[in-house]
């Protein structure tokens, strides 16, 4: 079984939709979770983090982490078709730690 | 702005040949990383290095070496190139006064090998 596993898509929604994006781990000493988000033919940047549990909000993405349930989510609202990319999530025990990758949805936000 | 270099986007490269891929960063960081991104298995950790001289092994490093001669610049090392080492290679940079999370990547290489 994967530390990080992450529905790989494709996910393809209108302009406006509500995404929802989510991974679940198993590690529970994860402390740390990441958004990161690549576009194609570019290298990953780092979107959103959250410490622990709980929610952070930046405009209109969203994170969300579970730590009971081992999961979190990446929501964004008023989606745009500049929003298209693969969103990788990321964790890690503690602040200088590797870093986990799940596997990358992709998303397709279409006119 | 961080800016994380790597020296080919494109890389064909025959089996048994050694290859080097080269990354470059301009923001005095610390901490550099190697990763390969492959469908259905994301970014798996090769090697990383915290130092100048320093390096320590990922999580599938068999097959590669590295170097760090220089601060700001990590040379991934394939020794004798073979089919399973087609992929994208992505160089990564952090500062340990930062956080690790907070890794700012280059463009990728992506390497075929026949």
């Known amino acids: 079984q994967k530390e990080v596993e992450q529905d790989p898509g494709p996910l393809s929604v209108p302009e406006g939709a509500i995404v929802s994006l989510n991974c679940t781990y198993s590690n529970s000493a994860f402390q740390y979770f990441m958004w990161y988000r690549q576009y194609s033919r570019k290298g990953p940047e780092l979107l959103m983090y959250?410490?622990?549990?709980g929610n952070k909000e930046d405009g209109r993405f969203t994170a969300q982490v579970d730590k009971s349930s081992k999961y979190i989510s990446l929501f964004i609202r008023d989606s745009q078709p500049s929003d298209s990319a693969t969103y990788l999530c990321?964790?890690?025990?503690?602040?200088?730690?590797?870093?986990?990758f799940g596997t990358g949805t992709r998303l397709q936000v279409f006119p | 702005d961080v800016k994380v270099t790597q020296s080919s986007r494109y890389l064909v490269k025959r089996t048994g040949e050694k290859v080097f891929l080269e990354c470059v960063q301009d923001m005095d960081h610390e901490n550099m990383f190697w990763y390969r991104q492959d469908p259905g298995l994301g970014l798996r950790l090769i090697y990383f290095?915290?130092?100048?001289?320093?390096?320590e092994k990922g999580d599938i490093p068999e097959g590669y070496s590295v170097s760090r001669e220089k601060k700001e610049r990590f040379s991934l090392i394939l020794e004798s190139a073979s089919t399973n080492q087609t992929s994208m290679y992505l160089c990564?940079?952090?500062?340990?006064?930062?956080?690790?999370?907070?890794?700012?990547f280059g463009p990728g290489t992506r390497l075929t090998v026949t």
């Open positions: 990321a964790m890690s025990r503690y602040n200088t730690d590797k870093l986990i």
């Open positions: 990564a940079s952090s500062s340990p006064t930062g956080t690790s999370y907070e890794q700012y």
């Open positions: 959250t410490y622990s549990s």
């Open positions: 290095s915290y130092d100048v001289k320093m390096k």
